[in-house]
């Protein structure tokens, strides 16, 4: 497997501040070359043969802004077995409905974008519902849980110039975590 040839940005780079703008259809050849670059680099960073060749960080998502383009698109990658990949690509995606129940990953939220260790949790929803369109341009709604939740509320925040690093009371890193879920 060879590593596509995408840059990605570190926190430090003020566009990652950036609110992504809608995107326009149809999606220019340019675009669909950039999401399966950012997918294939997602699946070689899962696998650790292949993360070890290259000195990767694993991910699970990444929005088009880490990649520098403010554009409201993101992929995630999610490993169901080794191996094995359920690939999502969402576009102009929005946020229509969630649970009450919030939940926080136990060993911290990671970012590719972030690359130092961070104390604290990221209160998240354990599900949501969120409409997006597919790289046609057909709209759809899917409905996320736990791990997935989490990945696309992480990304949905890029869009918006969010690092999960905002969500983090600085004071109190661990604070409410009686009130929400551990996964």
């Not at 992504?20 to 999606?27: A, W």
């Not at 969402?90 to 939220?109: A, T």
Request: glycine letters at 6%; proline letters at 4%; hydrophobic letters at 35%.
């Amino acid at each position: 497997m060879k590593l596509p040839n995408i840059t990605i940005l570190d926190e430090k780079d003020k566009k990652l501040r950036l609110i992504s703008q809608e995107v326009k259809f149809p999606l220019s050849k340019e675009d669909k070359d950039n999401i399966d670059k950012m997918i294939e680099y997602l699946k070689i960073s899962q696998i650790e043969e292949w993360r070890e060749k290259y000195d990767l960080r694993a991910g699970m998502g990444l929005s088009y802004i880490q990649i520098g383009i403010p554009k409201r698109i993101f992929v995630v990658v999610d490993e169901i077995e080794e191996g094995e990949f359920e690939t999502y690509i969402l576009i102009n995606p929005k946020v229509i409905s969630n649970s009450e129940e919030l939940i926080y990953v136990g060993e911290g939220e990671g970012c590719l974008s972030v690359n130092r260790e961070v104390e604290g949790i990221v209160p998240r929803y354990a599900r949501i519902t969120v409409e997006a369109y597919d790289l046609d341009g057909n709209l759809f709604s899917i409905r996320v849980r736990e791990d997935l939740s989490i990945a696309f509320q992480h990304e949905i925040d890029h869009l918006n110039g969010i690092l999960f690093i905002d969500k983090i009371d600085p004071k109190n890193p661990y604070k409410n975590t009686n009130n929400m879920r551990e996964i």
